[in-house]
Every structure is written in structure tokens, then in C-alpha cells.
């Protein structure tokens, strides 16, 4: 990039630009679950305190008769009288609900659901009292297994929040084995996509454990479908003892990479900012200003296609910004007027 003259004036306000970049990857447990895992939906009934004046009204009774209840239990009084005023518009009836795996094992820590079902105004501020919640034991007269316990502040998304979330602590391990078929286990998708499905299997015969303990009985996974990944267990891993370290580690350590997002830039001219992804460049072209006169040559070096890789459009607005004193509330006249010009490699959307 080559330049001469003064930069241009800057403008008063500044805009934000936000950059969004490819992760470098993801595990493979974050993308799929094992045949044979399901999910439990565990659920629970409690009461969120300390919300001076957004609580349940006297309307309401159902808060009420749960504290009492509670005070009852706790204070060894069957009699106990709680006064209307302890209640109203300070404590709320919450349901509390979260899905657990079927992995998960005594102590870990699970992110529920705290939803306000009576005429609460908001949760804001609350803390959820103790609270047990329970999961079905397969007989199917409801919820009686007690799996976890929640209490602690509710994180709500500000005022007028009628639900939002606590922290529960699982008390027992979930230990359901996973279905294993003839040496085999099968890796079901999240979102099924034969890409995706192709990249978990390349990720997993390459993953270096695999190479050094099966490179005999190699490949070990292969696609089944766009949903499903079939997954070969080495006969030295096959034990009862060896097998769960087996899938943990391909579960936890094989990273798969993420495909990059499409090139596209969204340009919001109503508060001047800037989006991109993905990989947004430039070709070459000249821009000439009243104040100075920028080359953009490329970098002169080709992709595998023969086809010129040119510059990345945040090098070439940072360059600016840096060097020619073009303010970042700028950008986005610039960058519809390289489009217009037709050298802007990518989508671009404008948004009033």
C-alpha cells in the first residue's frame, strides 16, 4: 500500500467495529452425543426471596403457603402464623427446570431455569432459596428420583426479568453406558451436516493417541450418515476399564475445525457500525481523496487455484485509521464505495 498527501478530517463520533473470526475448534463431545446418552430433564418447585416489592401479591397465594410450608418444616412448628405483610410483594413461586446429561457425574455444577409462575413484576435481584429438584425414575408416575439441589442469586437480563437463571449442584452421579454394537459406538450430530460429519472423522483418524495405540486397526472412524459418525473401538480398548477413558478422550481432546463463515460485511448506517466475517478482502484498486491517494497492490502471493490473494479489508481500515487519520465513523462509506466499485471480495449488507 503506497500514500501521499494529508488524511482525511475526522468526524466527531466514533464507530465500533466488530470483527468475528473462525474458533480454532471445537471438541467433538461439544458437537455430538453418544448412542445410548439421553438427556433428563429434572425440575423443581421453590421461592426467590429479597425482591422488595416485585413479588407475588397477596393475590397470589401460592408463595405464600410455600413459605409457610418451609418455616414450617424448618422450625419443627405445624402452627406457625406468617403475617400477610412477610409475604407479599417480597418472595415469588419459581419453576425451576434444567437438562442434565447422561455422563455427569456427584458435584458438578448444572446452569437451571428459573421461571416465575404466580404475578411476580420481575426476579430481578432475587435470590432462589433452597430448592430440590427431581427427575423421573421410569415408572411413569412422574418426577421422584432427587438428582440436584439450587440455591443462590438469580441472574435475570435486567428490570422486569420474570425468569432467569442459578447455579444447582448435582448430588449423584448420572451413569448410563453408552450403546456399544459389535466394537462399535455411534456419534450422533447435534446438527446434522455431511460436512461437518466428514471433518469429526478426519479429526478423529488423526488424532494422535489413536495414531500411536490403533495404527493397525486404522481408520477408526467413519460417516455413517450427515447425522452420525460410527466410531470402531481398538481391541485394546475395548475392557470394561479402558473403555470410558477411551470415549472420554475422543469426546474431550479431538478438536475439530470449524468451517470458515462466509465472507459478508453488514454495514448499520443509522449508529456507523461495522460487522465482518469471515474473510473480506480488496482487490486491487486505486482510491483517490481531495487529501491523499492510497494503492492497494494486493500481496502478490496466489492461492492453490491460481487465483490472487489480495488484502484483508480490516488491514486495509486499520491501515487508514493508523496511518491517514481516517476515523473509524468513516468505514462504512468506504466500504460501500469500494463495493460500488466492484472490488470488494465479499457480501455486503446495509442496514438503515
Known sequence: MATTRRPLSCLALLALLLVSTPAAGQRVMDLVRVEGERRHNIMGYGLVGGLAGKGDSAKSPLAREMLIA?????????????????????????????????????????????????????????????????????????????????QGPVVTAG???????????????????????????????DHPDLAAASEIVRAINAFPWLLRHAAEEMPIASVESAGTVRVRIPLTQQSEERL??????????V??????????????????????????????VTVLTP??????????????????????????????????????TDWAEIIQGLDRAGVLVGKLEVEE
Open 70 to 150: 418451609a418455616l414450617e418444616t424448618l422450625m419443627d412448628d405445624p402452627e406457625l402464623a406468617v403475617p400477610e405483610e412477610m409475604v407479599a410483594k417480597n418472595v415469588a413461586a419459581v419453576f425451576v427446570t434444567a437438562d442434565i446429561s447422561s455422563d455427569m457425574k456427584a458435584g458438578s455444577k448444572v446452569t437451571v431455569r428459573v421461571s416465575s409462575i404466580e404475578d411476580a413484576s420481575s426476579l430481578e435481584g432475587g435470590e432462589l432459596y433452597w430448592t430440590h429438584l427431581f427427575a423421573d425414575d421410569g415408572s411413569g408416575s412422574g418426577p421422584h428420583r432427587f438428582l440436584a439441589r439450587a
Open 291 to 328: 487529501q491523499f491517494e492510497l494503492e492497494l497492490r494486493g500481496s502478490g502471493e496466489t492461492r492453490a487455484d491460481g487465483s490472487p490473494v489480495h488484502d484483508l479489508l480490516i488491514d486495509v481500515l486499520k491501515y487508514l485509521e493508523q496511518n491517514e487519520g481516517v476515523e473509524q
Open 255 to 284: 478438536q475439530v475445525r470449524r468451517p470458515e463463515p462466509e465472507a459478508r460485511v453488514v454495514v448499520q448506517r443509522s449508529s456507523g457500525r461495522v460487522f465482518i466475517s469471515g474473510q473480506v478482502r480488496v482487490a486491487p
Open 244 to 253: 470410558p477413558d477411551f470415549i472420554s478422550r475422543i469426546l474431550s481432546e
Open 159 to 189: 428490570r422486569g426479568a420474570r425468569s432467569g437463571t442459578c447455579e444447582a449442584v448435582l448430588l449423584e452421579d448420572i451413569d448410563i453406558p453408552p450403546r456399544v454394537e459389535k466394537g462399535r459406538i455411534r456419534l450422533h450430530l
